[in-house]
């Protein structure tokens, strides 16, 4: 799964930062998110809002 895959990327590079995205309903993919604080993009969405979201995640330092 995506949080365990973003797991695996910080031990080998840490820092890097991480977006989940999920096609689950918002309520169970909170569970995703939650335990890490984690970033999540509901699926669908647009190219603009993957784009302010990646922008907020830079700006703002968020890592894994």
Known sequence: NGRELASLA???RPGIKV???TGMEL???DDLSSEEKL???E???SAP???R???T???AGIQS
């Open 43 to 45: 699926k669908p969405y």
């Open 49 to 51: 809002e993957l784009s």
């Open 10 to 12: 910080a031990t080998r």
């Open 57 to 59: 995640i830079l700006d």
């Open 27 to 29: 309520t169970k993919a």
């Open 39 to 41: 970033p999540l993009l």
């Open 19 to 21: 977006l989940l995205a």
């Open 53 to 55: 979201m990646v922008r």
